[in-house]
């Protein structure tokens, strides 16, 4: 029997909508990205600041790492498409909003989202009942992961061009996955046209982690080993750089997650700051 798909998001992408948009509205401006549509299509219950893993007192760290990597990510976007590059894919989309909230870059581009299929066609319900609909230069692209469906294969079927440079984004997905399957996508993307820019985060190891922030880290890997999602996988950024230089990529760069604080939160008074844990791996081809 098939794999029943859930129709709802996981658990792991509405947190990340909900402490997006927790940004705007308790953190002082300015804003290190402004998102509040993610909130909107995952309509929570009121009281969802109650909860504990989006109280906003007590999860500013991650929050801030949220909205850090996802400032970085638009920066690299809106870089490259001024480069010429016309096409941009997100794995494991979520509830990702780009599309919706930058308008006046992604309509130059092709926006590729890939997900499950079950949470995607409830995003696709949700964007049409808010008004947002579908236009013709974002592609939501199903891919069913848990039978082994090849994302490449659905991709290039949904009107992606593997001959032409891409920007490949895959945030908050490697920790979810065993080493051989991150290792399999890095050679997919390596293969894709010169020019070519792929943005992924990976954990580190604990022993990696600022001390003030290993409780935090332990508390979100206790939380999704509970939910069914367990983290399986961790990498120093070493290890991380030779994976991607192994599976073909020239030039690879770590971006820490500390040089993201220095980048966005210098100037801040309120003293948000990111949280350490998540490091980012830039690869061009």
Same mark, same amino acid.
């Given at each position: 029997m098939a794999h029943e798909q859930t129709e709802a998001p996981d658990n792991t992408a509405v947190r990340t909508a909900l402490w997006r948009a927790t940004h705007v509205q308790v953190d002082s401006p300015p804003h290190v990205l402004e998102d509040e549509i993610g909130l909107r299509l995952a309509a929570p219950e009121e009281d969802w600041r109650r909860r504990p893993d989006t109280d906003p007192r007590t999860t500013g760290g991650f929050r801030a790492a949220i909205v850090a990597r996802a400032r970085l990510i638009e920066d690299l976007i809106a870089e490259q498409a001024d480069r010429g590059v016309t096409q941009y894919v997100i794995l494991g989309a979520g509830l990702d909003t780009f599309a919706q909230r930058r308008p006046e870059i992604a309509s130059r581009l092709r926006v590729f989202e890939i997900d499950q299929p079950g949470p995607q066609a409830w995003k696709r319900r949700r964007l049409v009942e808010l008004g947002y609909g579908i236009p013709d230069w974002l592609h939501l692209?199903?891919?069913?992961?848990?039978?082994?469906?090849?994302?490449?294969?659905?991709? /290039?079927?949904?009107?992606?061009?593997?001959?032409?440079?891409?920007?490949?984004?895959? /945030?908050?997905?490697?920790?979810y996955l065993t080493e051989d399957a991150t290792a399999a996508t890095l050679r997919q993307i390596a293969g894709l046209a010169?020019?070519? /820019?792929?943005?992924?985060?990976?954990? *580190?190891?604990?022993?990696?982690?600022?001390?003030?922030?290993?409780?935090? *880290?332990?508390?979100?890997?206790?939380?999704?080993?509970?939910?069914?999602?367990?983290?399986?996988?961790?990498? /120093?950024?070493?290890?991380? *750089?030779?994976?991607?230089?192994?599976?073909?990529?020239?030039d690879v760069r770590h971006v820490s997650g500390k040089s993201l604080a220095d980048r966005y939160f210098a100037d801040r008074t309120d003293g948000l700051r990111p949280s350490s844990g998540e490091d980012l791996l830039l690869a061009t081809t």
């Open positions: 692209v199903p891919v069913d992961f848990e039978a082994s469906e090849d994302w490449l294969q659905q991709l /290039t079927a949904a009107g992606f061009d593997p001959d032409q440079p891409a920007v490949i984004v895959s /945030t908050g997905v490697t920790m010169p020019g070519s /820019t792929l943005a992924m985060t990976f954990l *580190l190891p604990i022993d990696l982690v600022d001390e003030a922030d290993r409780p935090g *880290l332990r508390a979100s890997e206790a939380g999704a080993r509970a939910s069914g999602t367990p983290f399986i996988s961790f990498y /120093t950024p070493p290890e991380m *750089l030779a994976l991607a230089r192994e599976a073909g990529f020239d």
